[in-house]
Each structure stands twice: as structure tokens, then as C-alpha cells.
């Protein structure tokens, strides 16, 4: 279903508005509505949102991970194969690239569960399996991997658009305002949208959303990334401080970290070093043309960590926000932990440790990373 209400008209109640249609916003409309609940999505595509300027990375094996985190991150990455299927109905070629290869001569002892636990590899092994690389130690964490992330976030807009009880509205919101029986949303064009709770998952733009009970403290993290236009890899590759993720005909080459607020412009020097970094991790892309050059905004936190679950003076209002650099990986399972506590139904995933008030002590609407 794709709909929405003539111009600055007041469209009927829903059970549940999501404010954001990207990917997580998206894949929680689509378990609601897998649930019977009817749900309107708000949003608009804006430049440099991170779903779609992402390069698909599912890697928990090679983050810094504390063990009160680790289940929900390897949890997610576990429901991504089903989650996958669910969407090949509406794109065939959308598929999994599993096994992440990060080359280093030293591999840090990190945890990972038994099914996943990293393999150590030497140079001639790491030759063999993929060759441009050269021969060099490594480490292969096999669960780990990478999804093209905008054919997903294509995929989920169809399937939103076909699901029994959802409806997307290519509008953004601008404004929520609460009574004692639900929330009513006003977007940016002056519709009027009403609904017993409201989902906030609205990426970087989340904390400008008006009518919050408190200052969200989510702020955009810029990441300039390249495209070269070869493929000479079979998974996805990290090492000294870049990765490369085989995309169709190109690689995408990722990524810088900067504090620039909203800006999205690509400079010439964070491309150049972007481009000899991948050349010297994979020496055959010395060849190949720059495609083109782009820069997303990460949703970030304080910790780096996402807010989920409902607002403790307002639980009206649920978050799902602030993923940080791991948003595509952690859709399914953000998408299965907001679904069950709005329904009541039951889930294994745990939120008490993303909470929004763990951040209680924290200045309003910083830019502190």
C-alpha cells in the first residue's frame, strides 16, 4: 500500500506511525504489518542518508563489542538469512556475501560465538582464497559479511508498499504532539497523522524531530566512501584502517569518520586516501577508473551503541535510532525487538542495555562521539 492523504488533510488513525523509511524504519513497519497491526511510514528520502550511503557491512566479530551487547549484535546477524528470503520475493539477486576477510599480522583476540569464531589464515591461504590480495596473513571471520544495501533498501520499499496494513507516505514529519490516547504527527507539507504510538526512526534527522520529551542525543557522523569500477574480490576485505566490499562491477571503498555536521560533500584528498589505501590492500584496483565518490551520515550516540525502546515519560513513543555504524546489521533485529514490545508478544532479544535513559546525564543535542 502506498498512500496518503491530499495536502494538509487529516488521514484516519493508525495502530502505530514510523517516523523514517529507511532501512530500520522500513523493516519495523514490515514486521508490524506481518503482525496484523496497521502502520504508516513518514519519510523522505534525504542526501546522504546512511542507508543507502552505507556499504552493507555485517561485521560484530570486528568491533570492540562489550558481552551485554554482543547477543542482541549476533542475534540480528543470525535472523539475516531469513530476513533475506522474506525480501528475494520482490528482488532475486538480493543476496548475502558471507565470510569478511581482515588482513592483519597481529589479530586481536575478540569474542565471537562457536559458529562464528574467526580462522586465522596464513599468507598462502589467504592467496588461495582470494588471490588479488596477495599473500598476506589474515584472518577470516566466517559469519560475518556484507548485503548491497541499496538493493535492500529498494527491496524493503517494495515489500513496505505490498504489505497487508502498511502505508508509506513520502512525507516527512516534522512535529509530534501528545494527548492521553496517542500521538498525532504533522509533516512537513501540514498533514495530520494519528496513531497509539509512534516509532522514531528517523536516522541522523531523529533528534529534529519536534515534540520529543527530551533531547535525543543523536548527531550526523560523516563517512566519505569511493567506488572502482573492478571487482576483483569474492567477499568483502578490511584491513589498515579501509574496507572494500565487492558491489556488481565495482568496489566500494569505505570509509572516513569526520565531525561535519549535516555536510555531505566529497573532498579530493579524503578520496585520494581512500583509493591508495584500497590499492595497497588490494593491489589489482591500481587499474581501475574512479566510478564516483559519495559521503552518508551515520546516526550516532554517545557510545555508539542505538537507542531502542520506549521513552520513560512518554511510552507513546518508541526509539529506534541512533545504530550508528551498524545500522543495515542490525535491522532484523531491531525490527523483531520494537514489533514485540508495542505488541506484547514474546522475543528473546534484550534492550535494557539501549535504553534512552542511560544517557541521563548527558548534554542535550552535543556533538560528542
Same mark, same amino acid.
Given at each position: 500500500?502506498?498512500?496518503?492523504?491530499?495536502?494538509?488533510?487529516?488521514?484516519?488513525?493508525?495502530?502505530?506511525?514510523?517516523?523514517?523509511?529507511?532501512?530500520?524504519?522500513?523493516?519495523?513497519?514490515?514486521?508490524?504489518?506481518?503482525?496484523?497491526?496497521?502502520?504508516?511510514?513518514?519519510?523522505?528520502?534525504?542526501?546522504?542518508?546512511?542507508?543507502?550511503?552505507?556499504?552493507?557491512?555485517?561485521?560484530?566479530?570486528?568491533?570492540?563489542?562489550?558481552?551485554?551487547?554482543?547477543?542482541?549484535?549476533?542475534?540480528?546477524?543470525?535472523?539475516?538469512? !531469513?530476513?533475506?528470503?522474506?525480501?528475494?520475493?520482490?528482488?532475486?539477486?538480493?543476496?548475502?556475501?558471507?565470510?569478511?576477510?581482515?588482513?592483519?599480522?597481529?589479530?586481536?583476540?575478540?569474542?565471537?560465538?562457536?559458529?562464528?569464531?574467526?580462522?586465522?589464515?596464513?599468507?598462502?591461504?589467504?592467496?588461495?582464497?582470494?588471490?588479488?590480495?596477495?599473500?598476506?596473513?589474515?584472518?577470516?571471520?566466517?559469519?560475518?559479511?556484507?548485503?548491497?544495501?541499496?538493493?535492500?533498501?529498494?527491496?524493503?520499499?517494495?515489500?513496505?508498499?505490498?504489505? #497487508?496494513? +502498511?502505508?508509506?507516505?513520502?512525507?516527512?514529519?516534522?512535529?509530534?504532539?501528545?494527548?492521553?490516547?496517542? !500521538?498525532?504527527?504533522?509533516?512537513?507539507?501540514?498533514?495530520?497523522?494519528?496513531?497509539?504510538?509512534?516509532?522514531?526512526?528517523?536516522?541522523?534527522?531523529?533528534?529534529?524531530?519536534?515534540?520529543?520529551?527530551?533531547?535525543?542525543?543523536? +548527531?550526523?557522523?560523516?563517512?566519505?566512501?569511493?567506488?572502482?569500477?573492478?571487482?576483483?574480490? #569474492?567477499?568483502?576485505?578490511?584491513?589498515?584502517?579501509?574496507?572494500?566490499?565487492?558491489?556488481?562491477?565495482?568496489?566500494?571503498?569505505?570509509?572516513?569518520?569526520?565531525?561535519?555536521?549535516?555536510?555531505?560533500?566529497?573532498?579530493?584528498?579524503?578520496?585520494?586516501?581512500?583509493?591508495?589505501?584500497?590499492?595497497?590492500?588490494?593491489?589489482?584496483?591500481?587499474?581501475?577508473?574512479?566510478?564516483?565518490?559519495?559521503?552518508?551520515?551515520?546516526?550516532?550516540?554517545?557510545?555508539?551503541?542505538?537507542?531502542?525502546?520506549?521513552?520513560?515519560?512518554?511510552?507513546?513513543?518508541?526509539?529506534?535510532?541512533?545504530? #550508528?555504524?551498524?545500522?543495515?546489521?542490525?535491522?532484523?533485529?531491531?525490527?523483531?525487538?520494537?514489533?514485540?514490545?508495542?505488541?506484547?508478544?514474546?522475543?528473546?532479544?534484550?534492550?535494557?542495555?539501549?535504553?534512552?535513559?542511560?544517557? !541521563?546525564?548527558?548534554?542535550?543535542?552535543?556533538?560528542?562521539?
Amino acid at each position: 500500500m502506498s498512500s496518503g492523504p491530499a495536502t494538509g488533510a487529516r488521514a484516519p488513525a493508525s495502530d502505530v506511525i514510523v517516523i523514517g523509511d529507511g532501512v530500520i524504519g522500513l523493516s519495523v513497519a514490515l514486521e508490524f504489518g506481518r503482525r496484523g497491526a496497521t502502520c504508516r511510514v513518514l519519510g523522505a528520502s534525504r542526501p546522504g542518508s546512511a542507508s543507502g550511503a552505507a556499504a552493507g557491512l555485517l561485521t560484530p566479530s570486528t568491533g570492540r563489542l562489550s558481552a551485554s551487547v554482543r547477543p542482541f549484535y549476533y542475534g540480528s546477524l543470525a535472523r539475516f538469512p !531469513a530476513y533475506v528470503a522474506a525480501l528475494q520475493e520482490f528482488d532475486r539477486e538480493l543476496r548475502l556475501l558471507e565470510g569478511l576477510i581482515e588482513v592483519t599480522d597481529t589479530p586481536e583476540q575478540r569474542f565471537a560465538p562457536p559458529h562464528a569464531a574467526p580462522v586465522a589464515l596464513s599468507p598462502s591461504e589467504v592467496a588461495e582464497l582470494e588471490p588479488s590480495l596477495g599473500a598476506r596473513a589474515a584472518v577470516l571471520h566466517p559469519r560475518d559479511g556484507a548485503i548491497d544495501n541499496v538493493r535492500l533498501l529498494a527491496a524493503l520499499r517494495v515489500a513496505a508498499r505490498n504489505q #497487508s496494513g +502498511v502505508a508509506v507516505a513520502d512525507r516527512p514529519a516534522r512535529r509530534i504532539s501528545w494527548s492521553r490516547t496517542g !500521538a498525532e504527527v504533522q509533516t512537513e507539507a501540514g498533514d495530520q497523522f494519528s496513531a497509539a504510538t509512534v516509532v522514531l526512526a528517523a536516522g541522523a534527522w531523529s533528534g529534529a524531530i519536534e515534540g520529543l520529551p527530551r533531547a535525543l542525543p543523536v +548527531v550526523p557522523l560523516k563517512g566519505q566512501m569511493v567506488a572502482l569500477r573492478a571487482s576483483p574480490l #569474492s567477499r568483502p576485505v578490511m584491513g589498515a584502517g579501509v574496507y572494500l566490499v565487492p558491489r556488481g562491477r565495482e568496489t566500494a571503498v569505505g570509509a572516513t569518520t569526520e565531525r561535519a555536521g549535516f555536510d555531505i560533500a566529497t573532498d579530493s584528498r579524503a578520496v585520494a586516501t581512500l583509493r591508495a589505501a584500497a590499492i595497497d590492500l588490494c593491489p589489482p584496483l591500481a587499474d581501475a577508473p574512479l566510478d564516483r565518490a559519495w559521503a552518508g551520515l551515520r546516526p550516532a550516540t554517545p557510545d555508539m551503541l542505538p537507542i531502542l525502546g520506549p521513552d520513560p515519560d512518554q511510552p507513546g513513543l518508541v526509539y529506534a535510532c541512533g545504530h #550508528s555504524k551498524n545500522g543495515i546489521l542490525l535491522a532484523p533485529a531491531t525490527a523483531e525487538l520494537i514489533a514485540c514490545l508495542v505488541t506484547g508478544e514474546p522475543t528473546d532479544l534484550e534492550n535494557h542495555q539501549f535504553g534512552i535513559d542511560r544517557f !541521563a546525564a548527558e548534554p542535550a543535542a552535543t556533538d560528542t562521539l
